[in-house]
């Protein structure tokens, strides 16, 4: 059904990468949304008004702000896919994470409302109209927000949309809440005990709870995250497969919406080769890494000593030595500088985040330590830094 649903509405829907294609995809899976979330609305509404029901009702109106987000989903995937201009150079697709956000408020205000209504229920408990009919029609429910999360799933993950992902989020808790209510209303009909109130905070908490849940997944492109490290080696791979290249580091990947990058990352280039040369290398690899990744990427070249088989030499024992302190320290930018007492080996150090403050500063103590082992004449120049890349 959903790949029915693709090949029919969206055109050349294998490219989705392209704005245009994905903004299909975004404005098909809303209307579909829109139309599943109204017809649930309407059923689980009259199944609420027959049985009385604060969990049935609240579970209408989730479904009718999730039709609500939908129209937002809607609006603000075509926002998203306006091209860049003066005033935005990078586009517009941040607006489907503002978009996913005002979602995750409208899921939490449902929650708030139905949980003080949910209480009201507990305090003065009203009697429920049992109806097989009606229950049927709140299983048939579940079966269309499984299809739901299902399809908002696949879709999300084939586009990278956050959005997608939120509502397949959202269905899914859709689920779980319209199967406790369907539970509570078998539970009364066969013990006499009314816990409907009781259900509808639960029904409430959990709303509420995806809806924190839609909201944290969407601040984190806002606000900037680490970088994914598949798509760290996806990046430092395509810029290190080029001849020329004898390394990479300080990669940051800054993000303007789903199908949008813009990235910078330091090329290690041979110091022995003209400068003319490495340039023309890092131009290829700049504009092959638009067409090929949709990246823009920035590479800055630091050149690296390779005739010199001492400086080479010094450079692996001092690796050697943070791989036995840590093995996920790196050390990047290394120079030998001789004096008449002492060899100043400079060189940049990558750590985890975790080093912070007192820790970080015995971290440096340790390394400067080992390294004068190697040699009593080794003075190291550190400049540690953190790294961008997501610990997995």
């Known amino acids: 059904m959903v ?5 029919k509405f969206v055109n050349d829907y294998e490219n989705t990468e392209n704005a245009k294609v994905r903004t299909s995809y975004g404005v098909m899976a809303s209307m579909v949304g829109i139309f599943c979330n ?83 229920k507990i305090r003065e408990p009203e ?29 999300g993950k084939r586009i990278h949309s956050s959005v997608m992902m939120a509502t397949a989020t959202d269905a899914m ?53 680490a970088v994914d490290p598949e798509l760290y080696r996806q990046i430092t791979d395509f810029v290190e497969s080029y ?12 993000n303007y919406g789903p199908t949008r990058s813009l990235a910078s990352i330091h090329a290690e280039v041979p110091n022995d080769v003209s400068i003319e040369i490495s340039h023309e290398i890092i131009d290829k690899i700049e504009r092959e890494a638009a067409k090929k990744l949709g990246i823009f990427l920035v590479i800055h070249m630091d050149p690296v000593e390779v005739r010199d088989d001492r400086v080479t030499n010094v450079r692996m024992k001092v690796t050697d030595v943070l791989k036995e302190i840590d093995d996920r320290l790196t050390l990047h930018d290394f120079r030998l500088v ?23 500063k015995q971290l440096k103590e340790d390394i400067s330590e080992r390294v004068s082992l190697l ?8 400049t540690m830094e953190k790294g961008y890349v997501a610990q997995g």
């Open 173 to 225: 808790g859709d689920v779980v809440t319209t199967s406790a209510t369907v539970l509570s209303l078998l539970f009364c009909r066969f013990t006499g005990i009314n816990i409907d109130g009781f259900v509808g905070v639960a029904v409430a908490l959990v709303v509420m709870w995806a809806g924190v849940g839609i909201a944290r997944d969407t601040l984190e492109p806002l606000i900037g995250k």
């Open 38 to 120: 109204m017809l649930l609305f309407a059923g689980k509404f009259t199944v609420g008004l027959i049985l009385r029901s604060v969990s049935v009702l609240a579970d209408a109106f989730n479904n009718l702000s999730d039709a609500a987000s939908s129209v937002i989903g809607f609006v603000g995937v075509k926002m998203a896919s306006k091209p860049a201009d003066q005033d935005h150079p990078f586009g517009h697709g941040r607006i489907e994470y503002i978009a996913a956000l005002i979602v995750s408020f409208l899921v939490i205000e449902v929650g708030l409302s139905f949980l003080k209504t949910a209480v009201g």
């Open 127 to 155: 009697e429920l109209a049992f109806s097989t009919v009606s229950v049927m029609v709140l299983l048939a429910s579940i079966g269309v927000k499984l299809w739901m999360a299902y399809f908002n799933r696949k879709l």
């Open 375 to 382: 040699d009593t004449r080794y003075q190291c120049v550190m």
């Open 338 to 360: 001789d004096g008449e007492q002492q060899i100043n080996l400079i060189f940049d150090v990558v750590v985890p985040f975790a080093y912070q403050g007192a820790e970080l």
């Open 243 to 254: 001849e020329g290249i004898l390394g990479s580091h300080d990669l940051i990947v800054h």
């Open 3 to 7: 790949d029915f649903l693709v090949h």
